[in-house]
């Protein structure tokens, strides 16, 4: 969830995420008789709505919970009437249209796809599906199509398993989804400079180091991966992965961020169950600093982008 410059609206939405959010992943799992949840978790927020003057925006990304089966699964979901809740309740894009002429609308359930993107301002948040609908390969070629025609400064993206697990890449169940998130797009996030990744599932707090080509950045210019899902979920067990040396941060606490945008980059903070807020860091718009941009190569781009034209024709660096 992103807030943008309303610290009252944070702290009022943290309480609430944070309480309220293991009730719905706990209960449903993809079953009908449990749709009842969803009502009950919107219910929450319908007074803070009133008390803020607005809806805050939800953006759904596909996890475990929401269709009842891990990630990567034998069995395949059929986009249909009888589909989990997850894909009849929350329509995440409207219709593509060969036309260009015919009106925008919410698409079938069948349409519904679980990689899809919001834009807006200088901004982009893309939702992925860690192995449930989609495979890793065919969003690493929707991905490298998407962010080669976008023109947003800040890049986000979240998806539900993580590539870059805080208990390490040979938990049982993850180690496949490592395998093909290094693989298929990883690379793609360092090309295209993705300021920062969303990751789930395990139920802990990391803020990794910059990371680039699957290590850490020497010049800090790499991709932050946040994570691993524990809003107000039971905390899970494990010993942290120091081996590679990718963390800045892991502790075992629930947690909800809070992201503010600039035109320079992004502030992030992140809040505890009882709103304490117990970590954050600032990252630069890729605009001013590139992926694989370092040292001198760097420097005479930023020199070339402040030289100004005189009114006598002259160049000159400001």
Not at 119 to 132: K, N, Q, R, T
Not at 242 to 265: D, L, M, P, Y
Not at 287 to 297: C, F, I, K, S, V
Request: aromatic content about 14%.
């Amino acid at each position: 969830v992103f807030f943008f410059n309303d610290t009252a609206t944070t702290e009022i939405y943290t309480e609430q995420i944070v309480g309220s959010v293991r009730c719905v992943q706990e209960t449903d799992n993809g079953l009908h008789s449990c749709v009842f949840t969803w009502d009950e978790y919107f219910r929450r927020f319908e007074k803070i709505n009133d008390e803020v003057g607005y809806i805050v925006p939800w953006v759904f990304q596909i996890g475990n919970h929401d269709i009842g089966l891990n990630s990567l699964p034998r069995r395949k979901i059929e986009k249909n009437i009888n589909s989990p809740p997850y894909l009849s309740f929350f329509p995440q894009h409207l219709q593509i249209h060969d036309e260009p002429h015919k009106p925008q609308e919410i698409p079938t359930i069948e349409s519904r796809s679980s990689f899809f993107y919001q834009e807006f301002a200088d901004v982009i948040i893309i939702s992925m599906d860690s192995g449930y609908l989609l495979s890793y390969e065919e969003q690493g070629k929707m991905l490298r199509n998407l962010l080669q025609n976008t023109k947003a400064k800040h890049k986000f993206v979240v998806y539900h398993n993580p590539t870059y697990n805080v208990c390490g890449p040979k938990t049982d169940l993850v180690s496949e989804q490592v395998i093909q998130g290094v693989f298929y797009w990883v690379p793609i996030f360092d090309e295209f400079g993705v300021t920062t990744v969303f990751e789930n599932h395990v139920h802990l707090f990391k803020r990794s180091k910059p990371l680039k080509g699957n290590a850490v950045s020497k010049n800090g210019d790499g991709t932050v991966y946040l994570g691993d899902g524990a809003w107000g979920a039971q905390l899970d067990e494990c010993d942290f992965d120091k081996s590679q040396g990718f963390f800045e941060k892991t502790e075992k606490r629930n947690h909800a961020w809070k992201v503010t945008i600039t035109k320079t980059g992004s502030s992030y903070t992140a809040f505890d169950g009882n709103g304490e807020e117990f970590d954050n860091f600032t990252s630069v718009s890729y605009t001013h600093l590139r992926a694989h941009e370092t040292g001198r190569n760097l420097v005479c781009r930023l020199l070339l982008e402040k030289k100004k034209t005189t009114s006598g024709g002259e160049q000159v660096i400001e």
